[in-house]
Structure formats: C-alpha cells, structure tokens
C-alpha cells in the first residue's frame, strides 16, 4: 500500500503562484511515475505533470506547459508541483498519484493505482 498526502494548496489571485507537496509512504517496486492531476466541479479528472522516478524526466499538460514545474526531493519521498501565472481555469481540487508503471503512461489518469485526498486550489480573477 502507498499512502499520499497532499498540501499547500490555498486561494490566489490570477498571476500569483502556489506550490503543492506529496509525500509518499513508501513506492512500490513496480511504480514508474508520480503525477499531479486535478478535477473541476463537473469536469473530469486530468492529467498536470508526470515524472518518471528513474530519471526524472517530466512531462506537462499543454495547458499548463512553461507555468508548471513537477519536481522530487533528494530522498524520492515527496513530489512538489509549482504553480506560477496562475489562471482562474486552474481552479479545481488538485491530486497527487502513485504506480503507474510505465514513462509512456506518466500522464494517464487510469493507469494510476494510488491516489491522495486532494488540495483544493482557487484562482479568483
């Protein structure tokens, strides 16, 4: 089992910046990626930012490309996703995610076992 924590999230005006942190119990053997993802109230729940652990190469979602910035720590047990020019489209409960066992699938919301509670970020105009 891997349990996920997420924090930092809060409200903000359009331009400002937040940082988000996971920390992860533990990762299991398999688990390739960590990725943030996010759901707005009557939308579903995408992709942000990948990581693959092994090198820490990262990928993005167009719409938030050159604003987002995933990150790890040096002892791989907490993800960061800095959120700078944020727009009030950004609004939405963000997630971090666990498990997904391939580079190719860092970015995809089914192929992600384990899931934290969520932290709710909002950008008023």
């Known amino acids: 089992q891997v349990h996920l924590v997420e924090s930092g999230g809060g409200s903000v005006q359009a331009g400002g910046s937040l940082r988000l942190s996971c920390v992860a119990s533990?990762?299991?053997?398999?688990?390739?990626?960590v990725g943030w993802f996010r759901q707005a109230p009557g939308k579903e729940r995408e992709a942000v930012a990948g990581?693959?652990?092994?090198?820490?190469?990262?990928f993005y979602a167009d719409s938030v490309k050159g604003r987002f910035t995933i990150s790890q720590d040096n002892t791989d047990t907490t993800v960061f996703l800095q959120m700078d020019s944020l727009k009030p489209e950004d609004t939405a409960m963000y997630y971090c995610?666990?498990?997904?066992?391939?580079?190719?699938?860092?970015?995809?919301?089914?192929?992600?076992?384990?899931w934290g509670q969520g932290t709710q970020v909002t950008v008023s105009s």
């Open positions: 533990a990762y299991t053997s398999s688990s390739a990626c």
């Open positions: 995610a666990a498990d997904s066992t391939h580079r190719e699938w860092c970015l995809l919301v089914s192929e992600y076992t384990y």
């Open positions: 990581l693959y652990r092994a090198t820490g190469s990262t």
